[in-house]
């Protein structure tokens, strides 16, 4: 029988997505996340196989937040990723280390990494097909149909495949990222995590999450459980309240983390100040995790005191594409973040802008690629706007803006990791959204001379707007041109895989 293989796996998985329809229905309708999403969760599981005592064996550690997550969930990893067996302590763990996250930004197979590499095609084909065929055999032998509705939705069927894998693997440590809220996440089958984190809270998913912060924490803090030690950072004074009542109310110890006195001296892999309180955490976290497995090295006042030197080599190690990134083309310095709420636009604005003061600022091309397609694209465009603007002093701060959809490649579409089926088409092809950013733009730019203005475009794809951006900086011949690539995952997946892919010029 051949091997399966990875291209029929990833077609079959987006079968399993929510048409625009359906996922606009949910986010109109106000009612929020499905509360009986974990029951629900439990029966997929049952019909996997598995109960979710099962899980407890990973060793899990369970990160939620709104801000952060991802990269607070990648730190942890490398943190342990140093304290992996040699022959001189191989009967301490950990001794194989999953990793857990989303989205993903060029192959859907990242979402499951062990010891910092996520699964081949191969062993992604797989796992996937053996918990394919396990709900199908489970559906025949309940006289259920075998079709589309034996499986859970992409979430849920990816959720169960990465614990489904982790198990065979021998994987005994596992860092989950929760994927929206937490309370009816996925993710919270979870009954015995060893210690949870949650990271900075901020309005985001308001259709199911609610609208304000103190609702966002109570989500966020249904991964809190007895019997595991729970941190965060410093939040919002009623985010902050709503966490400690809701530790009282499951008996859980919260500590609040504070950035740790080292970080000031060490280059972290993750570029951009607001990384240390994400390393703080994962710091603190790492720790208590460590010490739940029977590592007596790891000193209980870890906060204050020196970090080890496993600790440091972890911090400084980690690389997660996508976040405050900077990629060097020749002449062009690709700066890239997906970021996409307020808080994290904002933030990517603070580092771009920190990059651009020099004295020659005003001799660079500066090209902004941006799109959002499911939220509030305008709110986000003028935010970004608003910051770079003040921080440089300049109303104008770029000298061409390209809006673009997500769609990857100009003759062959997404590529099928990056098939998204939560957006409008018909917004998609007649470039709906991008048309509104670059009146808004206009606007932004104000009424004055227009010889100063921006040079505005709106292109259909990602594979256009980076062709775009290498023809002004090969007009430029050697000066620097800047290009800031932000709004949205998506598109900042999308435009990694068309410079990594040699799709362009050639280029790899």
């Known amino acids: 029988?051949?091997?399966?293989?990875?291209?029929?796996?990833?077609?079959?998985?987006?079968?399993?997505?929510?048409?625009?329809?359906?996922?606009?229905?949910?986010?109109?309708?106000?009612?929020?996340?499905?509360?009986?999403?974990?029951?629900?969760?439990?029966?997929?599981?049952r019909r996997a196989g598995y109960e979710p005592e099962d899980f407890d064996k990973l060793r899990p550690i369970h990160i939620a937040?709104?801000?952060?997550?991802?990269?607070?969930?990648?730190?942890?990893?490398?943190?342990?990723?140093?304290?992996?067996?040699?022959?001189a302590d191989e009967a301490v763990g950990p001794h194989k280390i999953g990793l857990y996250t989303s989205p993903h930004l060029r192959f859907v197979r990242e979402r499951i990494q062990i010891d910092e590499s996520p699964l081949s095609e191969t062993v992604f084909a797989r796992y996937f097909f053996s918990m394919w065929d396990r709900l199908e055999t489970s559906a025949r032998v309940a006289g259920l149909p075998t079709d589309a509705s034996a499986k859970p939705a992409y979430f849920r069927f990816l959720t169960l495949?990465?614990?489904?894998?982790?198990?065979?693997?021998?994987?005994?440590?596992?860092?989950?990222?929760?994927g929206i809220g937490g309370e009816y996440d996925s993710t919270n089958i979870l009954i015995r995590p060893t210690v949870t984190g949650i990271t900075s809270l901020a309005i985001d998913h308001v259709a199911m999450l609610g609208s304000t912060v103190e609702e966002i924490a109570w989500h966020k803090a249904g991964i809190m459980k007895p019997g595991a030690m729970a941190f965060t950072v410093p939040q919002p004074e009623g985010a902050m309240r709503v966490l400690r009542e809701r530790a009282r109310?499951?008996?859980?110890?919260?500590?609040?983390?504070?950035?740790?006195?080292?970080?000031?001296?060490?280059?972290?892999?993750?570029?951009?100040?607001?990384?240390?309180?994400?390393?703080?955490?994962?710091?603190?976290?790492?720790?208590?995790?460590?010490?739940?497995?029977?590592?007596?090295?790891?000193?209980?006042?870890?906060?204050?005191?020196?970090?080890?030197?496993?600790f440091r080599r972890g911090l400084e190690q980690v690389r997660l594409s996508g976040r405050c990134e900077t990629r060097i083309e020749g002449n062009i310095s690709w700066c890239i973040d997906g970021g996409h709420?307020?808080?994290?636009?904002?933030?990517?604005?603070?580092?771009?802008?920190?990059?651009?003061?020099?004295?020659?600022?005003?001799?660079?091309?500066?090209?902004?690629?941006?799109?959002?397609?499911?939220?509030d694209a305008i709110g986000l465009a003028r935010a970004l706007h608003s910051v770079l603007a003040e921080a440089l002093g300049d109303e104008k701060p770029f000298t061409h803006v390209i809006f673009c959809s997500n769609v990857t490649f100009q003759a062959g579409g997404y590529k099928a990791d990056l098939v998204s089926m939560n957006s409008d088409d018909r917004d998609v092809e007649e470039l709906r959204v991008q048309k509104g950013l670059a009146a808004t733009w206009a606007e932004l730019e104000g009424s004055g001379d227009s010889a100063g203005h921006a040079d505005v475009r709106v292109l259909q794809t990602i594979e256009e707007a980076v062709r775009a951006v290498r023809d002004l900086a090969s007009k430029r011949g050697g000066g620097e041109t800047m290009a800031l690539a932000t709004g949205s995952l998506h598109l900042v997946g999308g435009l990694l895989e068309v410079l990594e892919s040699g799709k362009e010029h050639g280029m790899a």
């Open 1 to 45: 029988m051949a091997e399966p293989q990875y291209k029929d796996a990833v077609a079959a998985l987006n079968t399993l997505q929510s048409n625009f329809a359906t996922v606009n229905a949910i986010r109109k309708s106000g009612n929020g996340m499905n509360k009986n999403a974990i029951p629900e969760m439990i029966e997929w599981c």
């Open 65 to 87: 937040g709104t801000k952060g997550k991802g990269s607070t969930s990648a730190f942890i990893a490398s943190i342990l990723a140093q304290y992996l067996p040699s022959a």
């Open 161 to 178: 495949m990465a614990m489904h894998a982790y198990l065979e693997e021998g994987v005994d440590t596992v860092v989950m990222e929760a």
């Open 249 to 310: 109310e499951k008996d859980v110890r919260l500590e609040v983390v504070e950035r740790h006195p080292d970080l000031a001296n060490i280059r972290l892999g993750l570029a951009a100040d607001f990384q240390k309180t994400n390393a703080s955490l994962a710091i603190a976290v790492a720790a208590a995790h460590l010490r739940v497995l029977g590592r007596t090295d790891v000193p209980e006042d870890l906060m204050t005191s020196p970090l080890p030197a496993e």
């Open 341 to 375: 709420t307020l808080e994290s636009i904002e933030v990517a604005g603070r580092w771009f802008a920190d990059k651009l003061k020099t004295p020659d600022i005003r001799g660079r091309i500066r090209v902004l690629i941006f799109n959002q397609q499911t939220r």
